[in-house]
């Protein structure tokens, strides 16, 4: 799992649509597993694919914007531990 895409792509957090797309191609043609002999681009390339596949779907750019996670049960989770934390007035009630 990555663990910042933006990171993963080279890319700011207000990195746009194309800029995104941009990073995303060159960084596959650079790391892709039949041009690149080096062990580590293997990893590398499903890195890319990873980041990819969150920032460029509208649902999950926004839940890790939000949240800091692309998957919805995990941010549901934090949303919920969030309510808790904030009904507690900021402190751990255990």
Do not use: C
Not at 13 to 39: G, Q, T
Not at 46 to 52: D, G, K, L, N
Not at 67 to 80: I, P, T
Request: aromatic share 12%; no cysteine; hydrophobic share 30%.
């Amino acid at each position: 799992t990555v663990k910042n895409p933006y990171a993963s792509l080279g890319l700011n957090k207000d990195a746009s649509a194309s800029e995104i797309k941009r990073a995303y191609f060159d960084l596959v043609k650079k790391y892709h597993p039949d041009s690149n002999k080096d062990p580590s681009a293997k990893g590398k390339f499903m890195e890319v694919q990873e980041a990819y596949d969150i920032l460029s779907d509208p649902q999950k750019k926004a839940t890790y914007d939000r949240y800091g996670v692309a998957d919805e049960q995990q941010a549901a989770y934090q949303q919920q531990q969030q309510q808790a934390d904030f009904n507690n007035g900021g402190f751990d009630a255990s």
